[in-house]
């Protein structure tokens, strides 16, 4: 084997999206693709949102995939992008990904397509992942008990999702007690929420209650941690927060999500507990030409058998491939370097390849 | 274009240096240099100050525009230079450092070049930034009410400067409220603090009622961000820690300066926030030839549009040329890599360094 | 002198470890060594303990020690190791790590080498550090009172010690009040203590009393700092959290241990204070392949006069040898690329090397 088999291998190799949203549905204006480009502002950009790390990558890779030259200017890529719709760029950037199995969160409400409508367009499988704040408010809105109504809301939507996702980041962050409360705390607090209307849930009892009952249900637990718009305290998303939670739950697995500028933190959790998984999804596509280094610093504690590759894309379908053409580059740098210098073999980098790409994922949701 | 366009486009571009201070104006000893090279420490310091990144990026840099060799030893570099006088090393480093705007904070009460005696040792326009926490101590020495003294002396300082100063990060930092406190806060407050005297400001009230004048006064607000010496909390000046108040900003526009060891949450906050800017002075003479690393952690979230040069040169006037050929050199070994990969374009590249080496700067300041 | 020059000193050069432990005495089975690759988890891991940076490195540095190919498959360097006892696996890995002198912490009851021991298989010589949690758990075993039993044993235990080292981070973290208690506080605190059994010591005010006794003593107080077992609330680990205490500790030499992911505050510390020192020991073993970007990042604001080397090891034989192999690599990768980019002298290269290696930790404790 050469350096090339490695090259190779990892252009090649099949992923497992393990946390993304739909693609747009619906055609829109720039303004609308040049926010969807910036994850943490909540207003309307100023300037260009091409002038990014994300932006040059969608030229310098999204381009060449519909025709265009390499780094083909802003404007040159926008209209070309607006002459066509976005389902036509859904089946040219899904399938470009070389993605077996989208790994579906749902809880965006947003014109995005469905798990099917994923599946159909990117010709692979989807799966769902329930967002625990979703049902949360989908039993706020259910008339009697609320633990019964979550349960049962839980049960019946996870009976055919392959895992679970908190949003806890954004409604105050991972500081404080997460233990589970009593019977008696939910229901007063639950009645509370219900008389405030029963929207947006960002009571901590309710939320504690969420993630305990996710336990409990034992399929994967996705978590929010880090990068993420400004309505989060970026602070309070640091997953070593999350210590006294992990230190008491038990052996449902737990997957760290983005994780920016936390993953050296997330991968010593993952080596702390044999049930914590992370994943650099989102902050790859953010950092463009930046993300080895950011893959770089993912391999540092983290088991090998403990790490996951996602696109988080939502939106634009060129994130849905930029993802994966990133973490290609990315994951061919910094291991291809570590075979360079004779401190890994090859057999053992493309070993490491497959299991972020496919084999971890396929184990942990059974996909 | 070749890459050597780059190159000599990194060599050539005129700089505005936008947070910087006065070099020396008087002759002193070896203790001085040494300890100038010494950020964080307040104490004399024990062993050589030249036994660190910035003493070496010194020998290596500054010694070459003496007529000495680079690396040359320390002591033949301390001999050399004390037989020239500060005026003489002002004349030969300020120019050399290819800046056509110094923007100088005034607020250090030291034996420095004044803003008329910068711009015409350097060559140079010189422009004033006003250090609040000054004019409250302005204020507080003038009869009557503080409020409207305050804002007496910040008009008349500001109508001839470019911006203004915070340095909340030495006096408590940034955790806790800074909101804008009543009239009555602040007169109770200041009734308070004249009463002890009135010297080095450390009342949240005032600290916080300069802040919020400086938004409403509109020129561009800087804060001292992180790394600086030990009379701050470190942990305090995380910048995150300002989300609260730059949610209530509005549209003044809020400079992060230094940032290390948080330019990667400062770079979120300028992806997040439509008025927010980092730069990256001071870290990047103190890092020395780890500065490349740093540089290319600032260019991972923050948009380019939003990314300014300073140097933070205080005292010799080396500093003031060596950040300017750190950062030339930093930026090129980092835009080189991504130009080298194929992942930004040169054309590109060349585009974001006109950015940050003036074209912010020129834009935010008006210079 | 030519790059050769550079490498040929790393290789040769003679190391002070100046913090490690003993290595195993005793035959132990794959589940035992599995899990001594993993520092974090406290419970048995799942999985291989060889998917890891560390368990890579093992393969890459170790195997080849032993006679096995690079890269020696998992099963296969088991076989090998398991068929030497834990005497003769010393007797070859401790004599190729290349280190003069050991300064063995021997606060952690386990069945290893005592500092006799540890002298005699490797052919070099050993030196204590006190663990001062240990005094403490003597002190309370000692009749009568219990702050002059403490100064009683430490003088006793410290003649012969080259320093004291203090796991408070594993007792609570540095976060809150690190004063000096009263004589009052103590004989209230000890009280408490013993009538509890006097064990595991986690009462802040005899932790304090512990540290004031070592500033005292004058001999290096080394800190656990960041990375450690799942036991320690990592973010309660900053080092930065003990700004107040070095503002007050004096003279005392404090050695910043293992550091990761807190490096570059540690270096920071290290410019803040006359008195600071780091150390990435732990954290390069555990990095493995990516050990050259954590000790990079160690060498940014720290003096180099305040950088020390160490292994941490601990259990197996293998790690007091990989420690070296690593920090060789590593120190080599960092340090070659700033001569070959002219930005340090390889003279000066090679001086920073015989610093970190040995003149530092040699000046500090008198070895």
Redesign the interface.
């Known amino acids: 084997m050469t350096s090339d088999a490695l090259a190779q291998h990892i252009g090649e190799v099949t992923l497992i999206d393990q946390h993304v949203h739909g693609c747009w549905s619906a055609a829109g204006d720039l303004r609308r693709f040049e926010n969807a480009l ?6 309307p ?4 949102g091409f ?3 994300l932006g ?2 969608v030229r ?1 890779h999204c381009g060449p995939v519909l025709g265009l030259p ?2 083909v200017d802003p404007q040159s890529y926008w209209e070309h992008r607006s002459r066509l719709s976005e389902t036509e760029l859904a089946r040219t950037f899904l399938p470009a990904a070389g993605v077996s199995d989208w790994l579906v969160d749902t809880g965006i409400a947003a014109d995005t397509a469905s798990l099917a409508r994923m599946a159909e367009l990117s010709g692979g499988r989807a799966h769902e992942v329930v967002r625990l704040e979703e049902v949360a408010e989908q039993a706020a809105r259910t008339p009697g008990d609320y633990a019964a109504a979550f349960d049962d809301i839980l049960q019946r939507r996870a009976a055919s999702a392959v895992g679970t996702k908190s949003i806890l980041a954004y409604r105050g962050g991972f500081e404080g007690d997460l233990s589970e409360p009593s019977a008696g705390q939910v229901a007063e607090a639950a009645g509370r929420w219900r008389d405030d209307g029963g929207i947006r849930l960002r009571d901590r009892v309710l939320l504690r209650f969420g993630l305990h009952r996710a336990l409990r249900l034992g399929k994967p637990l996705q978590f929010h941690v880090g ?1 993420g ?2 309505d989060c ?3 309070k998303t ?1 997953p ?2 999350l ?1 006294d939670f992990l ?1 008491r739950s038990g052996d449902t697995p737990i997957v760290l999500l983005h994780c ?2 936390y993953e ?2 997330a991968g ?2 993952a ?4 049930n914590v998984y992370v994943d650099g999804g989102l902050s790859v596509n ?5 993300a080895p ?1 950011f893959v ?2 993912l ?7 403990k790490i996951l590759y996602s696109s988080d894309g939502f939106g634009p379908a060129e994130l849905h491939f930029l993802g994966a053409a990133l973490w290609r ?1 990315a994951i061919h ?1 910094v291991l291809g370097d ?1 075979v360079a ?5 090859e ?2 980098a493309i070993r490491v390849v497959d ?1 972020i790409a496919h084999d971890n994922a396929a184990g942990l949701y059974g996909v």
Chains 1, 2, 3 share one sequence.
């Open positions: 910036n994850e943490a502002n909540t207003e950009i100023v300037g260009s002038d990014s790390q040059f990558a310098a390499k780094h990068l718009d400004r305290d970026l602070h640091n070593l927060l210590l230190r920016y500028p050296r933190e010593y959790l080596q702390a507990f044999n953010q950092l463009g030409a930046r280094a770089a610093r391999l540092e504690l983290a088991p090998f058998g580059k740098r570590f210098d004779d401190d890994w073999s057999r053992d299991l």
